[in-house]
């Protein structure tokens, strides 16, 4: 949903209307532009995924900073995980003291009731980030704080960040939906044993880890899953459990994981089949860039899970026509 969006606002009224925008969704407590009035541009959209609040943040150069007095006055009890998204180079993150370039590979995390923040980038921007009540990780407020330096050596950081960017590409659909309280869910879980895997003691890595284990597999696959090598065996030894594990694992959660990774691999052909973005590249090389290495095997799995040719689905998609094919596997 569209917060602000200052290049529909007169110049000398921009700075304010910024300020108090990112005051009241983020708390924050002084904005420094990197550009004059006439110049800077900033948008803000913001959804709501049950108890879990998702930004958008981007534009001209700027600082955000975010007191601890602020902090623990507006935002007792809260705790947000940003990231830098792609294609918009390496911003600044410092937090409690910590100092962190962050790329588009990396996160940031703040604790706001211990700790002061401030967020910048140069030149055009863009954060993508989430806040949701501490009480939600479950997790002591001392050992959220501790990891905040040492989220760049866990291995789950990578796994949270492709959920975030997934999470925030399909924003306007699922957010309010049906969906949206399971995808918080998910995202807590992720976030959770991103902190526990550097900053918790043995016992609550091993229990984190056995209440996790799902959320990262899926999470593991949706980061990987254009690849064609993609199997059991490697997605088992990926998190340290046997085959049979895996499988159990998956039964256990209501879904069959070779259903799902040719579902998901055939959503993600069918929406780049019909994007107008991707009209020069054939159908061959849309199967392959989403793991399907044989061709025929992509047209008669497209075709039972939606009732009709990859050909014809990118043909009516390209004219508007909404097809009576069946429902999506």
């Known amino acids: ?3 602000l969006d200052t290049d529909d606002l007169p110049a000398a009224d921009r700075f304010e209307v910024l300020h108090t925008a990112v005051a009241q969704e983020g708390g924050i ?3 420094e532009e990197s550009e004059p009035a006439t110049r800077m541009w900033k948008r803000l959209e913001v959804w709501h995924f049950g108890p879990l609040t998702l930004f958008d943040t981007r534009g001209t150069g700027v600082r955000f900073v975010r007191s601890l007095r602020k902090a623990r006055r507006e935002l007792a009890g809260k705790v947000s995980v940003m990231t830098q998204a792609e294609g918009y180079g390496t911003a600044s993150f410092g937090c409690d ?3 962190r370039h962050l790329a588009t590979h990396g996160i940031g995390l703040t604790p706001h009731m211990a700790a002061s923040h401030e967020y910048s980038w140069s030149g055009n921007g863009r954060s993508i980030a989430f806040s949701v009540d ?3 990780l479950d997790l002591p407020v001392d050992m959220v704080r501790a990891a ?3 989220l760049g050596h866990s291995p789950v950081e990578s796994l949270l960040l492709q959920h975030i960017q997934g999470l925030h590409r399909h924003a306007d659909r699922l957010s309010g939906g049906p969906e949206s309280e399971a995808l918080a869910a998910a995202t807590l879980q992720l976030t959770r ?3 526990v895997s550097v900053a918790g003691n043995e016992h609550t890595r091993r229990e984190v880890a056995r209440e996790t284990l799902l959320t990262r597999v899926l999470a593991y696959l949706r980061a990987h899953l254009t690849e064609p090598d993609l199997t059991p065996r490697r997605v088992a030894l990926a998190h340290g459990i046997s085959v049979r594990t895996l499988y159990r694992l998956c039964e256990e959660g209501g879904l069959s994981l070779e259903k799902w990774i040719i579902r998901r691999r055939l959503e993600g052909a069918r929406t780049d ?3 107008t ?3 020069h590249r054939t159908i061959e090389s849309i199967a392959r860039a989403w793991g399907f290495a044989n061709p025929t095997h992509f047209s008669r799995t497209f075709r039972e899970a939606y009732g009709t040719t990859p050909g014809q689905w990118r043909r009516h998609a390209r004219n508007g026509v909404s097809l009576p094919g069946r429902e999506e596997p």
């Open 1 to 3: 949903m569209l917060v």
């Open 29 to 31: 407590s002084s904005v």
């Open 97 to 99: 003291g910590h100092q």
């Open 134 to 136: 501490i009480a939600h």
């Open 148 to 150: 905040v330096p040492l």
């Open 193 to 195: 044993a991103l902190i």
């Open 273 to 275: 089949l019909a994007a």
């Open 277 to 279: 973005d991707q009209s």
